[in-house]
């Protein structure tokens, strides 16, 4: 069963206007479509350059800040990243990177969950995804994923800043997280598996691939399939689109400690995706919240939340 408002938001998607079509250009570069090996690439590490501070309620310190970008062939617009973080007022030892979500433009949502766990003693990092936001390839156009190239070059770059700030920050006395929600989660638990050190890890809304949520979910609709040639092209998709699957990737040590979130009526993410990215992480803990793919982002943040806290613990340990 799909939650009325996926469903809702499925509609809109296929009925909506051309210029929100994803590969509305197709393919793009052929060249982009067979993803890098990223388990055998080590990444340097990238020290933000934090250029304003504020607090905010509750005396939490939110931070601006910017960084060079891997040499990773990102349109010109991409080339800069850039990145929050959200800082308890209390010394903390906690951090956890909180990845984007599918055209995800403005982090409030996972600006209002890095303030939750700052009152946890959280602090959070939450950098803007390459074709996003102020890193939008070409703003007078409304979608930035134009063809399948740019998704799969979008993820790739994802993960490699991730992981390059992270190392950043590996320390003794710090204890390293990852999550995120929907296209964030999936992130985070590919940036888990191909880290060389141990995060706390709680994939929210995740699959395991981009494929079932492009294909067999809601967006299926909002897909500019005589782009690609025509909807025959889906196998194809499918076979692209999974080559980035974490079950292509070994579970990491510290599979076992982490918490996965799936919506029991999510009409994005199907469940079946989410189950598989559990069963490949044996012994991870399977959380399935009531609502769909929207409402448990607008009304169970808290619920998500806890999972990035319990996934801590059991990673380090009660805190």
């Known amino acids: 069963m799909i939650h009325p408002v996926d469903h809702a938001a499925g509609l809109v998607v296929r009925n909506g206007p051309a210029r929100l079509r994803f590969f509305s250009q ?26 304003t501070k504020e607090y905010v309620s509750n005396g939490h310190l939110m931070r601006y800040g910017t960084f060079e970008v891997p040499d990773l062939g990102l349109p010109p617009r991409s080339r800069r990243g850039s990145v929050v973080s959200i800082e308890p007022p209390h010394p903390h030892t906690r951090i956890v990177m909180l990845m984007a979500a599918w055209n995800e433009h403005d982090p409030k949502v996972r600006i209002a969950i ?121 196998p194809r998709l499918r076979s692209v689109l999974n080559s980035v699957s974490v079950l292509n990737v070994p579970a990491p040590r510290h599979a076992d400690r982490a918490v996965i979130v ?34 448990m982002v607008w009304y169970r943040k808290a619920e998500l939340a806890d999972a990035i806290v319990d996934s801590f613990d059991r990673m380090y340990g009660d805190s």
Request: hydrophobic residues 40%; glycine residues 12%.
């Open 26 to 51: 197709g393919w793009g570069d052929e060249t982009l479509l067979e993803p890098p090996d990223l388990s055998s690439s080590p990444v340097p590490a990238i020290h933000p350059a934090w250029v």
């Open 114 to 234: 890095g303030h939750l766990l700052a009152e946890r003693n959280i602090a959070s990092v939450i950098p803007e995804n390459p074709f996003y936001g102020s890193r939008h390839p070409n703003p007078q156009f409304d979608q930035p994923i134009r063809t399948v190239s740019d998704f799969m070059q979008m993820g790739i770059a994802a993960v490699t800043e991730a992981r390059g700030i992270l190392t950043g920050l590996v320390d003794p006395g710090h204890q390293l997280g990852v999550s995120g929600y929907s296209m964030g989660g999936n992130v985070a638990a590919i940036i888990s598996a191909t880290s060389d050190f141990p995060l706390a890890t709680a994939p929210l809304a995740a699959s395991h691939s981009p494929a079932p949520v492009f294909l067999d979910g809601v967006l299926r609709g909002g897909i500019a399939w005589d782009a690609l040639g025509s909807e025959s092209e889906a």
């Open 262 to 295: 799936g919506g029991r009526t999510d009409g994005y993410i199907p469940e079946t995706a989410t189950r598989a990215l559990a069963d490949h992480w044996q012994g991870s803990e399977l959380r399935m919240l009531r609502g769909g793919h929207a409402t």
